[in-house]
T-cell receptor, first 111, second 113 residues
Framework: KNQVEQSPQSLIILEGKNCTLQCNYTVSPFSNLRWYKQDTGRGPVSLTIMTFSENTKSNGRYTATLDADTKQSSLHITASQLSDSASYICVVSVSNYQLIWGAGTKLIIKP | DTAVSQTPKYLVTQMGNDKSIKCEQNLGHDTMYWYKQDSKKFLKIMFS???????INETVPNRFSPKSPDKAHLNLHINSLELGDSAVYFC????????????FGSGTQLSVL
């Protein structure tokens, strides 16, 4: 069964600290993996896309990794800011027409 | 300039009523979607239209009917609303297939009393 699991479910860290969010998937055939950020009361916004051949990709303070062998991805946030408080959702594309969504990790940054 | 806009932002209504949610995108995208986000925050695809043609129709009660008058608009009409329909509904668009980056509206919070 195609599935995407994210951990932790929620995370609280102090402003300025780093954190890493995890995404494990059992999806086949794999097409790509995206991380979305969803602020409270808003729609998700794409942060980065990982294809099969990519191991690491950065977008400012966000760095995503992909291990296609172990079917794991991570999103590392460096020097967190209050505006990073949001839900982060991992989405794996199975084919051109099917996306498998994770439940998200709710990140809270405290001053 | 809002890329994907949906209205209304909030919708409170009684069971049994019929309501519509409107969505418009000004990105020139070919594909539009309706997603439902329940209380557990899972996003579930409901429908997808490509150039006004239905391409994805998940297991959704037939009380839900999407309508696409042109490729920039995808409206959602819901008949005989039920308590379980309460959720946040998101409209989205992409250049082509769902494989590509999705651009979401800010959501419509539907509360059925």
């Amino acid at each position: 069964k195609n599935q995407v699991e994210q951990s932790p479910q929620s995370l609280i860290i102090l402003e300025g600290k780093n954190c890493t969010l995890q995404c494990n998937y059992t999806v086949s055939p794999f097409s790509n993996l995206r991380w979305y950020k969803q602020d409270t009361g808003r729609g998700p916004v794409s942060l980065t896309i990982m294809t099969f051949s990519e191991n690491t990709k950065s977008n400012g303070r966000y760095t995503a990794t992909l291990d296609a062998d172990t079917k794991q991805s991570s999103l590392h946030i460096t020097a967190s800011q209050l505006s990073d408080s949001a839900s982060y959702i991992c989405v794996v594309s199975v084919s051109n027409y099917q996306l498998i969504w994770g439940a998200g990790t709710k990140l809270i940054i405290k001053p | 300039d809002t890329a994907v806009s949906q209205t209304p932002k909030y919708l409170v209504t009684q069971m049994g009523n019929d309501k519509s949610i409107k969505c418009e995108q000004n990105l020139g995208h070919d594909t539009m979607y309706w997603y439902k986000q329940d209380s557990k925050k899972f996003l579930k695809i409901m429908f997808s239209y490509n150039n006004k043609e239905l391409i994805i129709n998940e297991t959704v009660p037939n009380r839900f009917s999407p309508k696409s008058p042109d490729k920039a608009h995808l409206n959602l009409h819901i008949n005989s609303l039920e308590l379980g329909d309460s959720a946040v509904y998101f409209c989205a668009s992409s250049v082509g297939s769902p494989n590509e980056k999705l651009f979401f509206g800010s959501g419509t919070q539907l509360s059925v009393l």
